[in-house]
């Protein structure tokens, strides 16, 4: 079976300064990871997806994220953080071949002025 | 066009009332899914269709009734829903099943309230 776990239900920034959203998963397998933004009252966007390719990957909006398997993590980070980037973040898992996805709890990133 | 549409934005109906949800997408994608998304909550997936089909039902009440009438269009039937039915209710489409590399998109949604 497999898990993620968002390690902050919610993230405070400075606009300008950057962002680290944590994310660790548990897999018995290669998982692919994905990370997707929700603004209030809206669908989900994808930002990025990992599937065993580069570990470090760029994703949209200055985003990118590491996948760093002894550490079962997939972190997501930007530089510097914009009003707009204030939304609801969710780490998702899901294995190969598999159709079982599961959603972290979600991270809600506030961007101070 | 990487897009999926949701029609109605907005649905009140009361716990007597049928109602549909529909989904809408032409990127030609062959897997379907309906969410459910509480307030401060991660969305619940509630149903998959794999090319036409439906592959999963995630232990979802009778009152939700899942239809894929063609490759592009899903639609959720509604019937003697109760208040705590009321949600964000999420549509979304992958190439494939999801599990390899294939990400979903995600439609808008149509947010339910049931009185």
């Known amino acids: 079976a497999q898990s993620v776990t968002q390690l902050d239900s919610h993230v405070s920034v400075s606009e300008g300064t950057p962002v680290l959203l944590r994310c660790n998963y548990s897999s018995s397998y290669s998982p692919s990871l994905f990370w997707y933004v929700q603004h209030p009252n809206k669908g989900l966007q994808l930002l990025l997806k990992?599937?065993?390719?580069?570990?470090l990957v760029k994703g949209i909006n200055g985003f990118e994220a590491e996948f760093k398997k002894s550490e079962t993590s997939f972190h997501l980070t930007k530089p510097s953080a914009h009003m707009s980037d204030a939304a609801e973040y969710f780490c998702?898992?899901?294995?190969?071949?598999?159709?079982?996805?599961?959603f972290g709890a979600g991270t809600r990133l506030t961007v101070k002025p | 066009d990487t897009e999926v549409t949701q029609t109605p934005k907005h649905l009140v109906m009361g716990m007597t009332n049928k109602k549909s949800l529909k989904c809408e997408q032409h990127m030609g994608h062959r897997a379907m899914y309906w969410y459910k998304q509480k307030a401060k909550k991660p969305p619940e997936l509630m149903f998959v269709y794999s090319y036409e089909k439906l592959s999963i039902n995630e232990s979802v009440p009778s009152r939700f009734s899942p239809e894929c009438p063609n490759s592009s269009l899903l639609n959720l039937h509604l019937h003697a829903l109760q208040p705590e039915d009321s949600a964000l209710y999420l549509c979304?489409?992958?190439?494939?099943?999801?599990?390899?590399?294939?990400?979903?998109?995600f439609g808008p949604g149509t947010r339910l309230t049931v009185t």
């Open positions: 979304a489409s992958s190439q494939g099943l999801s599990g390899s590399q294939y990400e979903q998109y």
């Open positions: 998702v898992v899901s294995l190969y071949n598999n159709n079982d996805m599961r």
């Open positions: 990992y599937t065993s390719a580069a570990t």
